[in-house]
């Protein structure tokens, strides 16, 4: 009977103790981040052109890229904002340290924008079947054919000083989004990809904290 009890005890209390060691909260921390600029340092942010890659008919990309962040550049950071397109014949450039400077006036505090991007269009249809209350007879399972449209925005983002040429920001993002819409349109489709993205960066550049999940372990 001893030996019996004792096994209890030491059974309950196993079990107590492997509970206590899985036993966790789930918790949310802002952490802090770590911006890449120091942005007292630039006056001015100029816009050079993308190399683009794949983009849906009728989409001027970089024209786009511009048209949406050179706005948010000036809002948010309170740069002197310009446009000044440079021929880019390779990624090389981006890294050619010699050619920005030669861009800049020995002077200026121009903190340069460039990259590569692409944006695709993909068309993905599946057979369901239809929902029975659609259906007169709840037994005739007919099927349907679903269509969802998902544009995917690739973004490689360099951001170089101009008094230096060094590359100060090499941020790769990449975004997809599916509609239900088949004839979505791709202006819109880039709008709600290139938010997300200015969230990423923005948060970022302005060294903005982040809210997590993570989980404290119990004792």
């Avoid at 209890?8 to 209390?13: A, E, G």
């Avoid at 103790?17 to 120091?38: G, M, W």
């Avoid at 099927?143 to 449209?149: C, G």
């Avoid at 880039?190 to 970022?204: E, G, I, P, Y």
């Amino acid at each position: 009977m001893k030996k019996s009890r004792l096994a209890l005890i030491v059974s309950l209390t196993l079990g107590a103790a492997c509970a206590s060691d899985t036993a966790y909260h789930k918790i949310r921390v802002e952490l802090p981040s770590f911006s890449p600029l120091q942005l007292g340092e630039f006056q001015q942010a100029v816009f050079s052109g993308f190399i683009v890659g794949k983009q849906p008919d009728g989409l001027n990309l970089s024209k786009e890229i511009i048209d949406y962040f050179a706005p948010e550049f000036e809002r948010k950071l309170r740069f002197q904002v310009s446009v000044q397109p440079v021929t880019l014949e390779s990624e090389e450039a981006f890294r050619n340290a010699d050619f920005w400077r030669s861009l800049a006036p020995d002077t200026a505090r121009i903190l340069y924008i460039t990259g590569k991007a692409e944006m695709t269009r993909e068309t993905r249809k599946a057979i369901m079947p239809k929902d029975k209350d659609e259906l007169e007879d709840p037994w005739d399972l007919k099927k349907t054919v679903a269509e969802r449209t998902v544009f995917t925005l690739g973004l490689h983002l360099f951001l170089i000083r101009g008094d230096t040429g060094e590359v100060v920001l090499d941020r790769d993002y990449k975004e997809t989004r599916t509609y239900t819409n088949p004839n979505q349109r791709a202006d819109f489709a880039f709008s709600d990809l290139a938010q997300r993205v200015k969230s990423k960066l923005f948060r970022l550049v302005l060294s903005e904290e982040r809210m997590q999940e993570r989980y404290l372990l119990m004792k």
